[in-house]
């Protein structure tokens, strides 16, 4: 092998290693932040009252949800008759 390609192949190597370590860096950075917030939103589940919402008899079995469509959301709103 020539030094010009032994120089190409090994400017390649370092350059493929330091972007696998940039790329699962910021990997790991974005795992990092994503845990804190899942820790943070496990934490104040239990004081959500989730419990107190689904336990209250006037809160509805299933939520009546409306199409995004205006067109047939008319339609679909006689027919069902769903408030907007």
Do not use: E, Q
Not at 4 to 18: E, I, Q, S
Not at 61 to 80: D, G, I, L, N, V
Request: aromatic fraction near 12%; hydrophobic fraction near 45%; charge should be positive.
């Amino acid at each position: 092998m020539t030094p010009a390609v032994r120089h190409v192949v090994d400017a390649f190597d370092w350059f493929v290693l330091v972007y696998f370590l940039l790329l699962n860096s910021g990997y790991l950075l974005l795992i990092a932040i994503a845990s804190v917030d899942v820790a943070r939103w496990m934490r104040r589940l239990g004081f959500a009252g989730h419990d107190d919402i689904f336990v209250n008899p006037l809160t509805p079995a299933c939520p009546c949800s409306c199409p995004r469509s205006t067109k047939s959301s008319r339609s679909w709103r006689a027919r069902t008759r769903c408030s907007p």
